[in-house]
Nanobody, 121 residues
């Protein structure tokens, strides 16, 4: 069973930074692509960024590219999302998800419980 746990969320002022972590209990973590998604109140879940199993390929939603950076440390079974220049509209619950069937993933098999990010103006 794959278990994902997000951490690092919190309250930050606009223009500030946060680094989210996604820790995975996967023996073969290096074979999973990991994605970050977010869902704001009253809105649908949206894609943020994804990283391939080796970390060699990444891609971002257009609105996040340049402000957010996804990375991974396979030795620690962890994927990170560095978020800079945060805006109030980045306020959402952030989720990580895992998939090992394709790159980029068409869908994700496993999801974490999410971590709240709140950006004050």
């Amino acid at each position: 069973q794959v278990h994902l746990v997000e951490s690092g969320g919190g309250l930050v002022q606009a223009g500030g930074s946060l680094r989210l972590s996604c820790a995975a209990s996967i023996l073969t973590f290096g074979t999973y692509a990991i994605g970050w998604f977010r869902q704001a109140p009253g809105k649908e879940r949206e894609f943020v960024a994804a990283i391939s199993w080796s970390g060699g390929s990444v891609y971002y939603a257009d609105s996040m590219e340049g402000r957010f950076t996804i990375s991974r440390d396979n030795a620690k079974n962890t994927v990170y999302l560095q978020m800079d220049s945060l805006k109030p509209e980045d306020t959402a619950v952030y989720y990580c998800a895992a998939d090992h069937r394709s790159w980029p993933p068409d869908e994700y098999d496993y999801w974490g419980q999410g971590t709240q990010v709140t950006v004050s103006s």
